[in-house]
Antibody
């Protein structure tokens, strides 16, 4: 059974940092591209960052570029998101998301349950 | 930056067909995916690569994508199909989501 379990969310002060983790199981983690997607409660979905299976290719949304860093440890089947210089507008549920394995498949075929990040003083 | 536009809401009677559109510049040149999200739950993929259904998604869900518009069609809509629907596509090196459409079955 595929599982993506996020952790590390919580309350942070503006300008502060948090590190999110995503533990993957039930599939060959290193073969899959992974993403972080966030959702402000009651609002829509916003893509945050992408990392290829090897870790060689990384993309960020403009809204987090220079502040957030995505990484992965394929030996530990884990994906991470280091969030620095946090702002109130970063408050959201953060989802760890698996991308479809086919070369042409650009969809997000499995989502974790999400972890809530609240940025407030 | 690239944008995907969806209607905020769509209403349909049970058993009827619901269509949700997603518009973006030359969207037909990209693959569109669709997700359903119910309150308090994570999104679920319902259509990928414009027209394909993941395993477990009923046949009444179908998709198309041409020109500037992708469309999610739900035939014989059931109350369980209610939720927020989002379209998604890649543009260059970024993922874009539509703003979401709330589907009401009444």
């Amino acid at each position: 059974e595929v599982q993506l379990v996020e952790s590390g969310g919580g309350l942070a002060q503006p300008g502060g940092s948090l590190r999110l983790s995503c533990a993957a199981s039930g599939f060959t983690f290193s073969s899959y591209e992974m993403n972080w997607v966030r959702q402000t409660p009651g609002k829509g979905l916003e893509w945050v960052s992408y990392m290829s299976g090897s870790g060689n290719t990384i993309y960020y949304a403009d809204s987090v570029k220079g502040r957030f860093t995505i990484s992965r440890d394929n030996a530990k089947n884990s994906l991470y998101l280091q969030m620095n210089s946090l702002r109130a507008e970063d408050t959201a549920i953060y989802y760890c998301v698996r991308e479809g394995i086919a070369a042409t498949d650009t969809s997000f075929d499995f989502w974790g349950q999400g972890t809530l990040v609240t940025v407030s003083s | 930056s690239y944008e995907l536009t969806q209607p905020p809401s769509v209403s349909v009677s049970p058993g009827q067909t619901a269509s949700i559109t997603c518009s973006g510049d030359k969207l037909g040149d990209k693959y569109a995916s669709w997700y359903r999200q119910k309150p308090g739950q994570s999104p679920v993929l319902v259509i990928y690569e414009d027209t394909k259904r993941p395993s477990g998604i009923p046949e009444r869900f179908s998709g198309s994508n041409s020109g500037n518009t992708a469309t999610l069609t739900i035939s014989a809509t059931q109350p369980m199909d209610e939720g927020d629907y989002y379209c998604q596509a890649w543009d260059s090196s970024a993922v874009v989501f539509g703003g979401g459409t709330k589907l009401t079955v009444l």
